[in-house]
């Protein structure tokens, strides 16, 4: 076949030009996504390998190399990975063919430091090596296969395919260099640069050996080459032997962000599962948080060999945006994934990763709480699924949550349970809370009247899962949450004798006009009663202790049920 040109997706040329202006100012980190990209095709090639063995046509040293040329000005990362076939070019290289991309794009505000993150989660990493070339040549051969694709573009709109022959298998790049960037053309610089951001990954990156001198001091360019990396996983070593940064580093490789996580948890199991976890909570949200077909989730290893990476059988919906390493030392290497969907196995370190991962959501709550308040921003609602979908943790998970709160209107959700029990009233032993479909709306509500009027703390639930969340949830630490909007209230402990009397005569008085009202109404309500829940407005509508809230009737309404 001949040289083809195409054109980029009308995205890509977009998120071309945003990228070479975002990341500009970190122009440098082109090297560690495409040797991130490097390692994954490894990690895939090893995979399949496991099934057929023969892909490996006799070359099993995965390895990256990387090396340039002052003359052509050129800089070349290749690995033996698993490659690419023709079609796997165009749909990965040429186009964005994501779910989510309209999101994508309708999040980008413009501002370089606020996009950047968004632009790396995105997953263009490939995208950057135009940050200092304008013009990229990728030879790629897939692994099994016999011919070899180039795909070549100078990153401004189109690009050309042609079928070439490739030795080895497995994909090469050779960045040409833009006018002025010359800066990368240096041993020293590239070295450093691995160094600094893919010192973890787990394969040998290679590079020529420094050249020697003879006595007249002439250079001696050596031929060997060297690993620039320490080559092992980073979640095998010990804690200790890993700097905060080299965690940093590995998060962002393993979970494809820009941007440093807020939290992680580092251990090795031993018992029953023999396992590693190595889980990061990330700073933002993704941009497919709610989107079905996500595309990243946690990373399953058997005695470091990628196995997949999953978003739903490692970790449950309600901490789908935990990203990491999970490598199983019993695990069989051949299974299948749909094995592993049912594996006893799986369940048991999900369990126990579960586990890891509240622990350590707790530890930011209590001991960093600016930064907790930050993943409560971006993560509380998922977080409040939990409750509903998790039962056997559903106390630590209502532990987690934070609400808005009578006690400081103004304050946003910022009141945990714990918070509201060491404030109860003397006597009270209920959590109160009103439901409605904004804050305002739980605000101004008459049910209000009463508990503010006592000084009595009432919880403001106006997220859409907040009704799951209160019907999932009966009681915390040993006391009922109770709906001021349901049933009849019993406030009689927080009052004194005389406001007793006085409520027993207004009900006597008020008999006749009660059964007027009864009257008028007839069908539309249950019961009528005289409350002592309003202060200021003449009437309220209340419903039974078991009947579904009238917010919930309303969502299930506005849902078409
Ligand atoms: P991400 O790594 O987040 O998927 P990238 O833009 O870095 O996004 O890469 C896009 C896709 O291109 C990868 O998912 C992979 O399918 C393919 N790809 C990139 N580099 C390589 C490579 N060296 N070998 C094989 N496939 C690659
Ligand atoms: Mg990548």
Redesign the pocket.
Known sequence: MSKETLGFQTEVKQLLQLMIHSLYSNKEIFLR??V???S??CD?LRFAATQHADLYEGDGELQIKVSFDKDARTIT?A?N????SRD??V???GTIARSGTKEFFSQLTGDSAKDSHLIGQ???????AFIIADKVT?T?RRAGEKEATQWESAGDGEYTLEQVDKAGR??E?VLHLKEGEDEFLNDWRLRSIITKYSDHISLPILMQKRAEYDDEGKEIPSTELEAVNQANALWTRSKSEISDEQYKEFYKHVA?DFEDPLAWSHARIEGRQEYTELLFVPKRAPFDLYDRDR??GVKLYVKRVFIMEDSEKLMPQYLRFVRGVIDSADLPLNVSREILQQSRDVDSIKTGCVKKVLSLLEDLRDNRADDYAVFWQEFGKVIKEGVGEDIANKERIAGLCRFASTADEAAGEVVGLADYLGRLKEGQDKIYYITADTLAAAKNSPHLEVFRKKGIEVLLLADRVDEWLVSSLNEFDGRKLQSVAKGELDLSQFEDEAEKKQQEEAANNLKDVLEAIKGALGEQVKDVRVTHRLTDSPACLVVENHDMSANLERLLKSAGQ
């Open positions: 996504e495409l991130s990209n490097a994954d095709a895939k990362i690995d990975g698993i490659g690419m796997e070019v749909a990965h290289i995105f997953g263009v990493g490939f995208y950057s990728l790629t497995g994909t790049i494809h595309r990243h």
